[in-house]
């Protein structure tokens, strides 16, 4: 069973506040991934850490998020100025190396009204 | 464009009946690929991997891989109602970003 825990479960927001979502990984899991699915369960993919270091990041987590993941804290995925269109499920996820499987948290349900 | 594909996008099987999914890399230079199942208001958990030629068999489920097409095909056989779900495929390389590239997936329903 998974051991990656996010919070909130779900977050509301208006359009233009700041959303902030948390991970803790799995112990031992250096590599972390943010994902968005959206309501027609496609995933894209945010931005990915190992350890502290952001290994690969897209051009709207560039722009419009703020994400870490400081030592002995949890990672954190913010939206600077919420949107409709992020109205989705963020997953995160975490893996110990690249041949190994990826274990996803229960994500946060984010709704921008 | 995405660049894992899979198909069909909803598969409708009986109870007992044999299931059958797609899924096709465009990105060359994948050489894991990995069937996640999701049940509705879930998590992703992983199913099953595969990264060499030919089949790997789990219980009821049966991954092929043909690495020369970048195709690979889950198969449920005697599946049950509780296999109702979105199946995802991803795609990974094993140097780089280490990130799982997923395709729309196929919704199963299994009817009773």
């Known amino acids: 069973n998974s051991k990656v825990i996010q919070t909130p479960r779900y977050l509301v927001k208006g359009q233009g506040q700041k959303a902030k979502m948390r991970c803790i990984p799995e112990k031992g899991h250096p590599v972390v991934f943010w994902y968005q699915q959206n309501k027609n369960n496609e995933f894209k993919f945010l931005i990915n850490f190992q350890n502290q270091e952001v290994l690969q990041q897209i051009d709207m987590t560039e722009k419009r998020f703020s994400a870490e993941c400081p030592s002995n804290s949890p990672c954190s995925l913010e939206i600077q100025s919420s949107e409709a269109g992020d109205s989705a499920l963020y997953l995160c996820a975490s893996r110990r190396d690249s041949n190994t499987e990826v274990f996803f948290g229960k994500g946060t349900r984010l709704t921008v009204v | 464009q995405q660049k894992v594909q899979q198909s069909p996008e909803s598969l409708i099987v009986p109870e007992g009946g044999m299931a059958s999914l797609n899924c096709t890399s465009s990105d060359r230079n994948v050489d894991y690929f990995w069937w996640y199942r999701q049940h509705s208001g879930k998590s992703p958990k992983m199913l099953m991997s595969i990264f060499s030629n030919g089949e790997k068999e789990e219980g009821r489920f049966t991954v092929h891989l043909n690495k020369a097409s970048l195709h690979t095909s889950l198969h449920i056989r005697d599946s049950q109602p509780s296999d109702s779900a979105l199946y995802l495929c991803?795609?990974?390389?094993?140097?780089?970003?280490?990130?799982?590239?997923f395709g729309s997936g196929t919704q199963l329903t299994v009817m009773p």
């Open positions: 991803a795609a990974s390389k094993t140097s780089g970003s280490w990130q799982l590239i």
